[in-house]
């Protein structure tokens, strides 16, 4: 989903705000602070509780799925909330739990890229304080299998803050759910787009960024796929850090992933859309490939480098499911590093860990 290079301990605060996606209620309460002081502590287990509820036990096909969220404060003291770890600006994170027969099952919604958190992207809840909103999940899981449907808030399911999984967590849902058209299903209308590089509502200066930083993210690609197949397979520096202990294995998922990734930027049809204005870098649906939107954090990001523009679209790329289908388990190289040592499997499957191995900075060998 995207990325944020603030401490990934930020997701569980989505345990208290929640919002309508349905267009009736697009920002918290209103007595909820919009910029909360700085002072008030972030959330921290036991000081929120969450319970789930559904207008039915029972969806057909047609139905809007929806489920409501009940947050509160029960803690002594207002808490701080990072607000995109929240549905507060729609469910954009994957913060809950839904499986069907007991197996989990996929998220589809948006994979974003994030810059570091403002004072602005907080909220404040209040001792004592609670929240409730409606969410509606038709496209952010795959329900394409009728069945009964466990579902559940559970906040962060990244590896930077593995303690704190479930220390939300809500009470569960059980709902029949009769199968509606899965991630793989494309709208209809949606275009086909021409190989090569082409904009979605783009001026002019825009596209030549995108151009530059297209080109950008071919070299990155090229000179990743050079490095993994003209060195020794070994532990060098370069791969053991962003990607953890060799093995054979390892190193073939890399060089795989990054060829694929080469190929898409040098003959797919990859799609630029600017229309995106949250302070995101940019995201991307993993199953509607290639298509990027860019948000105003791209714009300001240099070309190469750490987190560049040429990097954001290493990252965006391979969270495509026909390209290296990556997830989110950590943001910013310190965590990732982190990542590559203590699951160094999820390091693999992680897009800033692929963004930063083809950034390679500061030059590693």
């Not at 603030?6 to 009736?24: E, F, I, K, N």
């Not at 947050?71 to 003291?77: E, P």
């Not at 810059?115 to 409730?132: H, I, K, R, Y």
């Amino acid at each position: 989903m995207g990325k944020s290079v603030g401490s990934r301990v930020h997701r569980l605060w989505g345990a208290w705000t929640s919002v309508c996606l349905l267009g009736a209620c697009g920002t918290p309460q209103d007595t909820l602070d919009e910029a909360p002081p700085l002072s008030a502590p972030e959330a921290a287990p036991g000081e929120v509780s969450a319970h789930l509820s559904a207008p039915t036990s029972s969806f057909s096909a047609g139905d809007e799925l929806t489920v409501s969220l009940s947050l509160t404060n029960v803690s002594s003291h207002p808490v701080r909330l990072l607000s995109w770890h929240t549905p507060a600006q729609g469910l954009t994170e994957d913060l809950l739990t839904v499986t069907l027969h007991g197996a989990p099952v996929e998220y589809t919604g948006p994979h974003y890229k994030r810059a570091a958190p403002q004072p602005g992207d907080f909220l404040t809840l209040a001792p004592g304080e609670s929240l409730t909103r409606t969410v509606a999940l038709s496209g952010l899981y795959d329900f394409s299998q009728s069945g009964h449907y466990a579902v559940s808030f559970s906040g962060s399911h990244h590896a930077a803050s593995p303690a704190l999984l479930n220390s939300f967590a809500s009470n569960s849902l059980t709902l029949w759910i009769d199968g509606r058209p899965g991630p793989q299903d494309p709208p209809s209308t949606q275009a086909i787009a021409p190989m090569g590089l082409s904009y979605r509502q783009c001026s002019d200066s825009q596209k030549s960024d995108i151009a530059q930083a297209v080109n950008t993210a071919k070299s990155m690609a090229h000179r990743s796929v050079s490095y993994l197949s003209d060195t020794q397979p070994s532990n060098t520096p370069r791969y053991k850090t962003w990607f953890g202990s060799y093995t054979s294995t390892g190193w073939s998922t890399m060089k795989a992933h990054f060829s694929t990734l080469k190929t898409a930027f040098n003959s797919k049809p990859v799609v630029i859309d600017c229309t995106c204005t949250s302070n995101a870098y940019a995201y991307v649906y993993a199953h509607q490939p290639y298509t990027i939107y860019v948000c105003n954090a791209f714009w300001s990001a240099p070309m190469t480098g750490t987190d560049s523009k040429g990097g954001t679209l290493i990252h965006e790329m391979s969270h495509f499911t026909v390209v290296a289908g990556t997830d989110d388990h950590a943001y910013g190289q310190s965590a990732a590093k982190s990542l590559a040592i203590s699951q160094p499997h999820k390091a693999r499957d992680n897009a800033d860990s692929h963004e930063y191995f083809a950034e390679n900075t500061p030059v590693l060998r």
